[in-house]
């Protein structure tokens, strides 16, 4: 059954009991994220602390995927500085878009690597990004600009 | 016509004869697994007839219709305008009143534009210029398809938009009536993509008319499904697909009275809808060729010509109750199955073959996931209808639909991926 290399155990574990979910104050910056294909919704709070990422809240209003992928994204930035945190986002975006082909880092991704049999199934990728995303847009709001990464182009939300 | 669910005209349609036609149906995926294909409200899957007359015409008659007086462009003209006739016969409507448009979207378009455009076009265009102070009237449950064009002709215009709400059981709440004086256009779906509930036209053909207002009817999901006649609907416009009727996608229709029709400024003009052009101005074909400009879609007309053959030799009463008795089926099971919501009406009253629901505890991604990869292809999300499901306090729905092709089993396979997605998912 294909099923099982999608919703592996690590996702249905955090998708029962996610990390990050309920907002809370104080935070530095807001980003709310809307997957139009299917009108699933992120609200993201991001708190920095001296160039590192303090603390991670969220609701989402979404289906496992998006769910588990937003407290992966909690467990894997916390703590680390907001350039580290993004070439986590850059792995997990390039793992997420490889349609199955990108072979994840554990050593960067940890329990994000779990979510490489999402992408096999084009469908689903923005469900993955869609935490993701709002993390990107909560910490530019922040800083003005993304370190690490080129461009801008937050490919979760544009419409199909 | 008449549209009874008589037993006769159910086993009229030998579903076994039909599927034999649909090459795509013997198809497996996922590893394997039968398609169970339930989502023909979204797109249907086309017969052999109707691939067979596109590439028939390819093979034999293409050339550009309405110009050049060789054979074939003489042969593709007929071949053309024979569809527009066939077609024009399935909707109850006279040839000159059908415009071929890539699909309903752009004929609900064309319209919106028309009405923008008549600020400028004239005093035989007056009757369709809107400005501040006009009111355009949808209702709560439309596809984005026919509310975002109303949207932005207010926004162009400076009309204001009104709506019809929907009530908690998923009919349309005709007490919250917002048709007044000011109202110009009521423009309204048959049938619901989402609920399937079918809306009482008559009677908004009669409120509407009796302020003045134009009616503009979204047939997307009527016109596949049960018999259609538009003027015996009495509505001013309506536009439909080819691709949710068994035929070709980029190629719809928009219906419009003649009289509307012929006073009618265009919307994209160019080669083709003139009649004549000088460099200082020109004057424009009568319709339907006004509304048609550029070299229009021409194997897929004829692939629609094709469906309406097909889907009249089956009988449209045979395949409205080949439908209802499919969506009676899913009904019934759904209701048996604890946690699992139905978004819509839970009778066949006036209800045609979309059923949407929720499953508590389980998004409607993830259950589509988990009939995925059985084999069973519905579709999740708002499916186009967002304001609806926000008025049902719901993000998305798995929404199943149904059309000549499709089996009890088939239903049941979806109602045993429902129950699998629950015990997947730990809540049940
Ligand atoms: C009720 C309704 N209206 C309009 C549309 C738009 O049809 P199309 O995308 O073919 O233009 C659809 C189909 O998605 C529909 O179901």
Redesign the interface.
Known sequence: MQLEQMYQEIILDHYRSPHGAGLRDPFDAESFQINPTCGDEITLRVRLDEGKVAEISHETLGCSISQASASVLTDLVVGRSVEESMRVLTAFQEMAQGRGQVEPDEDVLGDGVAFAGVARYPARVKCALLGWMAFKDAVVRVSGDVPGTAGGTSDGKDAT | MTAVDTPAAASALDVAAVRADFPILSRTV??GKALVYLDSGATSQRPRQVLDAEREFLEQHNAAVHRGAHQLAEEATDAYESARARIAAFVGADPASLVFTKNATEGINLVAYAMSNAATAGPDAARFTLGPGDEIVVTELEHHANLVPWQELCRRTGATLRWFEVSPDGRLDLDSDPITERTKVVAFAHQSNVLGTVLPVAELVRRARAVGALTVLDACQSVPNRPVSFTGLDVDFAAFSGHKMLGPSGVGVLYGRQDLLAAMPPFLTGGSMIEMVRMEGSTYAPPPQRFEAGVPMTSQAVGLGAAVDYLSAIGMDAVEAHEAALTGRALDALAEVPGVRVVGPTDLVDRGGVVAFVVDGV????VG??LD?RGVAVR???HCA?PL?RRFGV??TVRASVHVYNTPAEIDALVDGVRAAQK??GVA
Request: proline share 0%.
């Open positions: 996922r590893d998004h409607a991604h993830d996931q988990v990869d999740v999300g708002h967002w499901h993000a998305a997947f998912f």
